[in-house]
């Protein structure tokens, strides 16, 4: 019994190495380290265009400060492959970039660097926003909101339409993420036999798996991540926008039961096997999500707060 033990402690751990391995090879073959490739330019873009918003907004000006970022943006936005493209993120960087030089200039610095003339109707607009009163109002009772929602495992067989499930991404899509980079994808099944294909390889689903109509595979994209330090964004990033998408899902009185892919390098590749997900794209979870069959959920008890809270004063 105790040689099964020790047998088992250690062969844990030289799963959790082959999983750091498999990790790391990931990051090192997808991650924006290797940008020359067009979407890493435009998660480049957001960086540092999220960079100059915030110096446009700092309560206190220098007049020295953003211009090293601006001449970075402006040479982003000027690789040819990202002007002919256009995407959303070159508009965005477009708009803080000339907004920044606007900024400058309403305080008496001009410097030999020009506005970007964006010749097109699509303008993605950012900048300031004056938050109503109405924004810094408690909600009538968020206890009721958020000690409702409950992971659900039995759902209706009705399919949840695209306009439901784009309102859903569009209310997680508020989801904060490092430098603005929103890197999170979302794919949708609704085909029952992919949906098998997937659950197959999925370790939580037992017993529920019939039931499973709507599925997410949520993902965050590697190539939006460049330096070493950043190897774990991608999931912490990940893993908030996959809480949005499930509080999203309660907003519109739908249930959910998030998935683990806690699984093995051989089941990562198994699934990209049967399952066209882009090879930058790193699985965060499945969300199983529909319609209640009806109104019974498990109550997976709370500890009580102080097992999570600690003043800590000095
Ligand atoms: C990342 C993550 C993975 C999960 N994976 C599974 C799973 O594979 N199967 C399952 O039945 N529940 C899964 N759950 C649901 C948890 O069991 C559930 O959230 C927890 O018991 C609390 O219950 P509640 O969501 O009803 O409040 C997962 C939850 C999280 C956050």
């Not at 990790?23 to 540092?48: A, D």
Request: charged letters at 25%.
């Amino acid at each position: 019994m105790r040689i099964l033990e020790n047998f088992k402690k250690i062969y844990r751990k030289l799963i959790a190495f082959n999983n750091i391995i498999y990790h790391y090879l990931r990051f090192y073959k997808y991650s924006g380290t290797n940008f020359e490739k067009i979407n890493g330019y435009n998660f480049e873009i957001l960086k540092v265009a999220h960079a100059l918003e915030k110096s446009i907004f700092m309560p206190e000006q220098k007049d020295e400060s953003g211009w090293e970022n601006a001449k970075i943006l402006f040479n982003l936005l000027n690789i040819s492959s990202i002007k002919k493209e256009k995407s959303e993120s070159y508009f965005i960087g477009v708009n803080v970039y000339n907004k920044f030089i606007e900024h400058k200039k309403s305080n008496g610095i001009v410097k030999d660097i020009k506005k970007i003339d964006l010749q097109s109707e699509n303008f993605l607009e950012s900048g300031k926003i004056k938050i109503d009163e109405q924004g810094f109002k408690s909600l009538q009772n968020p206890e009721k909101f958020f000690l409702s929602r409950y992971s659900f495992r039995d759902f209706k067989s009705k399919i949840i339409n695209d306009i439901t499930v784009k309102r859903i991404l569009n209310l997680a899509s508020k989801t904060p993420s490092t430098c603005n980079r929103q890197h999170w994808f979302t794919y949708n099944i609704n085909n029952k036999e992919i949906i098998k294909k997937a659950l197959s390889l999925q370790s939580g689903n037992r017993g529920f798996t019939e039931y499973i109509h709507n599925l997410f595979i949520i993902t965050s994209d590697l190539s939006a991540f460049k330096p070493g330090q950043e190897v774990y964004q991608h999931w912490i990033d990940g893993g908030m926008y996959a809480m949005s998408v499930m509080y999203a899902i309660h907003s519109l009185g739908l249930v959910s039961c998030p998935l683990n892919w806690s699984t093995t390098p051989r089941i990562d590749r198994k699934i990209r096997k049967k399952i066209s997900i882009k090879k930058s794209h790193s699985i965060i979870m499945m969300i199983a999500y529909g319609e209640p069959k009806n109104n019974i959920a498990c109550v997976s008890k709370r500890k009580s707060i102080e097992n999570f809270y600690k003043v800590i004063n000095e």
